[in-house]
């Protein structure tokens, strides 16, 4: 399997990309909603916000790294039968979701800097503080990061039954793209045209 | 005109003994909401209140006719660390958003000896109103070197967190909050 996406199928460096982001992003929605909950007396109450920012900001740096990779690859192309309304909901979805991404990421960071200190990831390294003049910034902040994490989530929710339907429904192969196990994958190299993706109604 | 002279003169120096309504130098930051708090039975965690405004009244030939009014912004917390006030500005604590503002007002002053003072009032605080007392000393006062008029005290009090409706487990140490209050007046 080669690294770069073509037209029919992804490489396997944007597939490994998104299944690193995804349970990262959704393990953070959780650890998030669990941490707040802690007792102050909890082993976690300090060791989970930890973590929860630490994975933060590795999920940006990867964050930045797909859309790079996805600037410089093509994207495959829709199932051939799919609606033109449909390919743009998608598109726009994904597109939602990265802008999401980027403003929850952003919110979260300017609460925990909001007082000029600095977030550890994981004692390797730190991500200083910049902004700290908003009003009661760590209050606004607070909010903004919480509604758009249930956006966020909402939305890859939407996503994840898109894609169960497209499999499970359309009998498509939408999801098996994503996995790498699209039928037509072994042959269809570089310059595979668009058309043998027809074969896959067959599955 | 000798009696005149008198009363001018009285007058001039009459200031150092006045009833007199002050203005709390908020504006000048010569007054501060201060608290502490336990932590964990092992140290004192300090914090304060950076907006909040507020008169008294003083005289001293009667003390006893005293009284003060505040009104604390209490998003203003402040304890040096973002992520701590913001977790106190929510509902595990004061829950800001639905009770901004803190008030005291006082309703006795009690002279003691020696500028010492108890000061009782009901402090309203996460929208319950409870009555304290607070033990004030009066640091000083006199005129300043800008042609005003001033008059120090301190005070300090304590209550307990589930008093005013705060119930969240800081532990068995961290019951009771201290206030320090200390607060500079411009006579108005």
Redesign the interface.
Known sequence: MQARNNQTRYGWAAIALHWLMAPAIIGLFALGWWMRQL???DPWYQQA?NIHKSIGVLLLLLLVLRLFWRLINVAPQAEPNTPRWQTLVAKGAHQLIYLLLFAIMFSGYL?????G?AIEVFGWFSLPATIQSIP????MA?SVHEVLAWSLIILVAIHALAALKHHFIDHDSTLLKMLGLSKDSEQSEEQAPITTTKKETAL | MKKLTALLFAALLGTTAQAAEYKIDTKGAHAFVQFRIKHLGYSWLYGRFDDFDGSFFYDDKAPEKSSVNVNIDV?SLNS????R??HL?GTDFLNTEKFPSATFKSTSFEPLADGKALLKGELTLHGITKPITIDVTNIGGGKDPWGGYRQGFSGTTEFELKDFGID????PASQKVEMILDIEGIRI
């Open positions: 007792s102050y007396y916000p609460i925990s800097t909001a007082d200190r009661n910034q760590e209050d607070g | 998003t040096n660390h973002a992520e006030d913001k500005r969240y487990n800081l532990g």
